[in-house]
């Protein structure tokens, strides 16, 4: 059973340009939710999603951020226009309904130049 | 979800018991005590959690006070592989607002050889 799958583990982008980080959950698990680490920091939740729709944004900023889970596919998380301060580590965490353990993938380093 | 006081930094000697404290005095009675590790640079890894009966698992041990305002994970034998940062999280196990986890700033543990 593979666990949460993130990809692409390291995405270089200048700023201006737009950066995509997708996130696929464990089988059978239908909640995702989306963190964001950066440099010497801790963990701040960004979203929280089930398929097709959006429970709970209320960590992601209000411009250039947008996240969505379709029926079929894997979660995006969206970026554009970036800036350096969105230089971190963007971690994708899964769980199945009902259960409150979350299952972190390893996570999308993201480096805006 | 009821806020979480741990040390920020602790030392433990390779094959002693690592003994990591957390308080949580505001804990509800239907909130669980859940622990998480980030080793550098990796996802975070869901250690155990619990309500109020003491608990045990592959990973690790979990104590819960009888008033359940505090608690201590224990890892029997550390070895260098966990130095880590361990995150103490108090929250119920499924609420109308999800499942996210609020990370605080947890206890970096170093284990020496």
């Known amino acids: 059973n593979a666990g949460v799958m993130q990809n692409p583990r390291h995405l270089v982008r200048r700023r201006g340009q737009e950066a995509r980080l997708r996130c696929s959950p464990m089988?059978?698990?239908?909640?995702v939710y989306w963190y964001r680490q950066l440099p010497e920091e801790g963990l701040k939740f960004m979203v929280y999603?089930?398929?097709?729709?959006?429970?709970?944004e209320s960590g992601m900023p209000k411009e250039r951020f947008s996240a969505e889970f379709p029926k079929e596919g894997p979660s995006i998380l969206r970026i554009q226009q970036v800036v350096r301060g969105d230089s971190a580590a963007y971690f994708c965490?899964?769980?199945?309904?009902?259960?409150?353990?979350?299952?972190f993938g390893e996570g999308s380093r993201l480096t805006v130049l | 979800d009821a806020k979480t006081t741990q040390p920020p930094s602790m030392d433990c000697a390779e094959g002693r018991a690592a003994n990591l404290p957390c308080n949580h005095s505001?804990?509800?009675?239907?909130?669980?005590v859940y622990w998480y590790r980030q080793i550098h640079s990796q996802g975070p890894q869901y250690i155990i959690h619990?309500?109020?009966n003491n608990e045990t698992n592959e990973m690790a041990s979990l104590i819960i006070t009888e008033d359940r305002k505090s608690s201590t994970l224990i890892l029997p034998h550390a070895t260098l592989r966990d130095t880590a940062v361990y995150y103490c999280?108090?929250?119920?196990?499924?609420?109308?607002?999800?499942?996210?986890?609020?990370f605080g700033g947890g206890t970096r543990l170093m284990v020496k050889p």
């Open positions: 505001t804990i509800s009675g239907n909130e669980y």
């Open positions: 965490a899964s769980s199945a309904m009902g259960t409150g353990e979350l299952f």
């Open positions: 999280i108090v929250r119920v196990a499924v609420n109308n607002a999800g499942n996210m986890l609020t």
């Open positions: 089988k059978g698990h239908s909640h």
């Open positions: 619990g309500l109020k």
């Open positions: 999603l089930q398929k097709e729709n959006i429970i709970d």
